[in-house]
C-alpha cells in the first residue's frame, strides 16, 4: 500500500484542483434557453458528479439538469463506448436520440462512434482534428446552440 501513496496525492490534487474551477460565462444562460427549449439536460463527465453538482449550484442551474452522471458508475472512462451506452441506460434513452455536447474532440469522436449526436463547443476557433469523427454542430458559445439545434429541425 505504500507504493499507493504518491499516487493516491496526485490524484487527490488534481481533482482538488478541478473542485475549484469554474463555468464559462455563456454556460448559464446557454442551460437555460436549453432547458426552456424542453431538452433534458444530463452530465457525463470523466471527473466527479460532485463536482458538477457544486459548480452548477453556484451558477444556479442545478436545476436544469435531471441528473449528473460520472463515469464513477460507468464500466469505463469515456471515450469508451461503454461509458456514453452507460449514460443511456441511466437516462432511459436511446443514443441515437442523444445529443452530446463538448469542448474536446476525442469526447465528440466517442461519443459519435457510440451512436450519439454530436456538438463542438469550439470557443478557442481552433481546427477540429481530421482524424476524429466531425460534429453534427459546431458552435463558439453554447447560447449559440439553441438556434442551431431549432435550425436543423
Do not use: C
Not at 481552433?126 to 446552440?145: H, I, K, Q, R, W
Amino acid at each position: 500500500m505504500e507504493l499507493n501513496r504518491p499516487l493516491d496525492a496526485a490524484v487527490d490534487h488534481v481533482m482538488g484542483g478541478l473542485a475549484g474551477l469554474g463555468v464559462h460565462s455563456d454556460v448559464p444562460e446557454g442551460i437555460r434557453a436549453l432547458a426552456a427549449a424542453g431538452f433534458r439536460l444530463i452530465t457525463l463527465s470523466n471527473g466527479s458528479a460532485r463536482i458538477a453538482e457544486q459548480l452548477f449550484s453556484e451558477v444556479g442551474i442545478r436545476d436544469a439538469f435531471e441528473s449528473l452522471l460520472s463515469v464513477e458508475g460507468a464500466p469505463a472512462w469515456k471515450p469508451a463506448r461503454a461509458s456514453y451506452e452507460y449514460a443511456a441506460a441511466a437516462s432511459g434513452s436511446d443514443p441515437a436520440g442523444m445529443l452530446l455536447v463538448a469542448v474536446h474532440p476525442w469526447d465528440i469522436h466517442g461519443a459519435a462512434r457510440a451512436g450519439l449526436r454530436t456538438a463542438w463547443l469550439n470557443r478557442t476557433g481552433g481546427s477540429y482534428p481530421g482524424y476524429f469523427e466531425a460534429p453534427e454542430f459546431t458552435v463558439t458559445a453554447l447560447t449559440d446552440l439553441p438556434a442551431a439545434l431549432a435550425a436543423a429541425h
